[in-house]
């Protein structure tokens, strides 16, 4: 085996990191490069992805659906018949519901 000694650490240490140092520079900015490509990969890879249909149910059944009873529909036809401007309101919303 090799004895090292421990005052020879340093002059070690520089003979090997010399090589690494002068290609700092390429080593950075391949490093960037890598890491570029491995995130636009991965961001592809995930916005490609689609939702199984478990997870389509799942998210389906969070949803509550609005329930109405039959009087409230009854009461708000009845306000609707007797009241003229709300009755324009609500037949402009019908004919353009996106319209402000």
Excluded: C, W, Y
Excluded at 14 to 37: D, E, M, N, Q, Y
Excluded at 47 to 57: L, R, S
């Amino acid at each position: 085996m090799n004895n090292i000694d421990i005052k020879n650490i340093p002059t070690l240490l520089k003979s090997l990191l010399r090589p690494v140092l002068t290609h700092a520079k390429v080593i950075f900015i391949l490093t960037i490069i890598l890491l570029s490509g491995f995130l636009i990969f991965e961001i592809n890879r995930l916005t490609a992805q689609e939702p199984t249909p478990e997870q389509i149910t799942e998210q389906l059944e969070i949803i509550k659906r609005l329930k109405i009873d039959q009087d409230t529909i009854n009461k708000i036809e009845q306000l609707e018949d007797q009241n003229i401007a709300v009755q324009s309101l609500f037949q402009t919303a019908r004919d353009n519901p996106f319209q402000d």
